[in-house]
């Protein structure tokens, strides 16, 4: 939507810039040289095409900045998933043999190192420029996606 905003702005800002400088031609062309006048011309549409360059900026890096905000709710959701889902196995920890709950507890410690990963560099993506969240995300997608495997794989170890 602030997309079609902006790009609505720029039509009509060169629409009506084209429509001054016509009318403006007229009576610059009785005064001035044409060499002048499209000199004047040229400066004023160059000045018209970086500030559209501009605009166009300005939007790229508030839609960058809306979707790592909307990314980092993800991950925050995730990590109270996760969170709870820990809970839940630590519970079940208590039920298992003693040697094999010892074996869960070192699990549990490695997957609470990695989730404290996670977080961590959930931190320095939310601190991140624009330039950089995207290559953030992709590290921060596949960490997750391996702790979430060992997890499933822990999970299903001591469930049997």
Known sequence: MKLFRVLCMMFMSLALVGFLMGCGERERTEEAPPETVIGEMQEEAEELREEAEEAVEDLRDEMD????????????????DFDSRMNE?????????????????????????????????????????????????????????????????TWTYFSE
């Open 65 to 80: 900045e809306e979707a790592r905000d909307e990314y980092v709710q993800q991950m925050e959701a995730w990590l109270e």
């Open 89 to 153: 196995m630590q519970e079940k920890t208590a039920e298992l043999a003693e040697d094999k709950r010892a074996e869960a507890e070192e699990s549990l410690d490695q997957l609470r190192a990695e989730r404290d990963q996670i977080a961590e560099q959930l931190e320095e993506l939310k601190e991140s420029t624009n330039d950089m969240w995207e290559d953030m995300r992709e590290a921060l997608d596949s960490a997750v996606e391996q702790v979430s495997e060992l997890f499933d794989e």
